[in-house]
């Protein structure tokens, strides 16, 4: 089956450096790949949409100037947390969709990262 | 914009009993609905989506679009289901950017 995998798990950083989270398809080719941040116990808020070679599409009230996202080929997108504070603390995760047509596309989700900054 | 609204945080349940997860949306067009499940210390899964109209694990979701709901159904919990449940919306396919609802905690009991 589809696999999506996310690099680091969890991470701990000072407040104020940058944080890069990896979100790999590792046995398909996503055309568009998402992020999302949970907080605790509650729901996933979907963050900005990302496709392969172009800008990313951020949701109303995501900073893109803190959250860079790079889609730089069809298997890996990153997450860039800059100049990290407590308040980005959270669960990070991405999914990733093959663009399969026929109303059969479906989103793999990776398995999340921790942050936490200090 | 479209919304999505699970009333339960949490339901519990006896072994054996059935199950109804609530969920109710908001959109003017016409959205796909999905459930997701997410089982303790695992990524979240894709339970069904209400086009293909099949029974996974022995769960059933009818898209009603009178009544804006897809509530999650199945006739006889097991302990394995115990998990958290996400109603999900798309406009356009799978593909596109979901929203969630808040999530159900099943907690079947035995």
């Known amino acids: 089956g589809a696999v999506v995998s996310q690099h680091p798990s969890w991470v701990i950083c000072k407040s104020g450096t940058s944080v890069k989270i990896e979100c790999r398809s590792l046995d398909f080719q996503a055309t568009t790949m998402f992020w999302y941040r949970q907080f605790p116990k509650q729901s996933l808020m979907l963050m900005a949409t990302?496709?392969?070679?172009?800008?990313?599409?951020?949701e109303q009230g995501v900073e893109k100037d803190k959250f860079l996202i790079n889609h730089a080929s069809l298997t890996l997108s990153t997450l860039t947390v800059t100049s990290a504070h407590p308040e980005d603390s959270s669960f990070y995760i991405c999914s990733a969709a093959s663009g399969r047509a026929g109303g059969t596309d479906t989103q793999y989700f990776g398995p999340g990262t921790r942050l936490t900054v200090l | 914009a479209q919304r999505v609204t699970q009333p339960e945080k949490l339901l519990s349940v006896f072994k054996g009993a059935p199950v109804e997860l609530k969920c109710n949306y908001s959109?003017?067009?016409?959205?796909?609905l999905f459930w997701y499940v997410q089982y303790s210390r695992q990524r979240l899964q894709l339970l069904l989506r209400h086009i293909s109209r099949e029974s996974i694990k022995g769960f059933t979701a009818d898209l009603n679009k009178g009544e804006t709901s897809f509530h999650l159904k199945k006739p006889f919990a097991q302990e394995e289901d115990s998990a958290m449940y996400y109603c999900?919306?798309?406009?356009?396919?799978?593909?596109?950017?979901?929203?969630f609802g808040t999530g159900t905690q099943l907690k079947v009991e035995l």
């Open positions: 999900a919306l798309s406009v356009g396919g799978g593909g596109n950017k979901l929203t």
């Open positions: 959109y003017s067009g016409s959205p796909e």
């Open positions: 990302s496709n392969e070679g172009s800008k990313a599409t951020y």
